[in-house]
């Protein structure tokens, strides 16, 4: 495989050294991020080759996949013997690895491919190969140039051509466990399929521990565009040995997408709200459902469970939160779970939009991550149920009571508001008057507190000083005790005349 696909390869930032030597580099992007996102519009055009395309919808042609395994095998040799003879320079040094030499698993694969070769067709393929031959020597004396060729090459071999050798492998019904031959290019010793991704970040890190100053680094990226250009150049050529019709990376074809909207419209439309730990355990295990989120935007990957699965390259990121990883192109676990990640430039934010918008396509948003504390609280509870007693607050100085200066306010005997005489033949004060206690909401209505109506009825209808207080009397109680007063007098004096008569 030429294409470098799969997303968040570069290594965790904990990896990479301090410079010391070029200041200006100590906060800068890590050498793989920045050339990953500087390359991504090529990156994607080698994703959206139709003769790409035909592998992932296995509807490929063997004539054409046939002379694509003679021009990599031509490709990687040479590469392979430009890289052997620098391997001493620095820069070579920290990527070389024979391990991942792939000429001769191409030679291996070509035993069964070679009979389906049409040796008429592939004039077009053998000029392309040429063409990147050329440019691989003129290349292969500057070591910064010469490891572009092998940054990507073989990164795209155990990221991308992972998805490749499956749909190859099931295509030809090659039991790849038992024989691989017919997808040995895929295939690394010491490195199990499902952990090429582990792989992949070796090599980054290791790129990343190479001092470059920025004028190298633009350099590089603009040797990487020219490789792209070569590489699609290659596919472009075996796509017109036998035009076939494929299928998106990310299988976004019209008629799926159509179908898959009008899926999800028919379907009832989930609004889960997990915090991330209750995520964490959609992971996929023993088969179960798999999730994953975008800026806290819930995406189910379960369909995806190659990938994301227990077994996939990418398992890492199953019940977790990717928005760093994405915008990063990196699968350290420190960047994890940082929902609230806002990309810190341009060509981040436009790396994260790309990645995010290929996920959005092809999987369903079921929900969103919340905060613990959101959690606690019941969706769509009765308002009942949220409604919480407020606390007792204590009284302030403004709030307090005080003593009225006129007389007027609160009767300490009686607790009655008015001027009363009482107050001052014995000398005590009254104290002001309370404000009214403040009313409780109640579903956007002001409705008085029933404990402070109860308080009042209490403190006023009950109180015996009240009662006998004669400054709260009614005008029908003074008549009343005027009335009683007069016919107790006249009962007195008829009952003294009595007495004494």
Known sequence: SSLFCVVCTSPPLAHRPAMT????????????????????????????NPFMQAIYAKNYDRGAY??????????????????????????????????????????????YWDKFADESKEEGVRKATAAYDAALQSHGSDPKKLVCHHFLQYNAVLSGGQYLSKMIAESEEIDAATDPTGVKFYFF???????????????????????????????????????????????????KMAPRKGKAYNSNDAAEVAAKAAAAKAAP???????????????????????????????????????????????????????????????????LDQPDYQPEDEDTKESFDSWYEMLAEKYPEVGVI???????????????????????????????????????GKCPISGKEGVCPITKLTGIQMSAKKEPAPEEENGGKKKKSILSKRSAASSEDESLLYLICPLHWSTQQMKLLAIVYGVGVGFGWLLRGQLMG
């Open 21 to 48: 030597k070029y200041t200006n580099l100590a906060t800068r992007k890590g050498n793989c991020s920045f050339f990953l996102q500087k390359t991504g519009k090529e990156h994607t055009a080698t994703m959206e």
């Open 66 to 111: 046939a002379a694509y395994l003679v021009s990599q095998e031509a490709l990687f040799s040479e590469l392979e013997k430009l890289v052997e003879a620098k391997k001493d320079d620095p820069i070579i040094q920290a990527v070389y690895d024979e391990k991942l030499h792939r000429a001769s698993n191409i030679a291996e694969d070509r035993k």
């Open 189 to 239: 010793d010491g490195v199990a399929p499902n952990k090429c991704a582990g792989r992949v970040q070796q090599y980054m890190r290791a790129l990343d521990e190479v001092e470059l100053t920025d004028e190298e680094r633009a350099e590089m990226v603009t040797t990487m565009a020219e490789v792209y250009k070569l590489t699609l150049a290659v596919m472009d050529e075996c796509f």
């Open 269 to 335: 439309k989930e609004n889960l709200r997990l915090t991330l730990g209750q995520m964490r355990k959609f992971d996929g295990a023993d088969g179960g459902r798999i999730l994953l989120s975008v800026q806290g935007k819930i995406l189910d990957v379960t369909s995806g469970a190659d990938n994301y699965g227990p077994d996939g390259s990418y398992n890492m990121f199953a019940g977790h939160d990717i928005t760093k990883n994405l915008a990063m192109y990196d699968t350290g676990d420190e960047f």
């Open 370 to 408: 919340v905060a613990e504390k959101e959690q606690d609280l019941p969706e769509a509870a009765p308002e009942s149920t949220l409604r919480q007693r407020k606390p007792d607050v204590a009284k302030t100085d403004a709030t307090a009571e005080k003593p009225s200066a006129n007389g007027e």
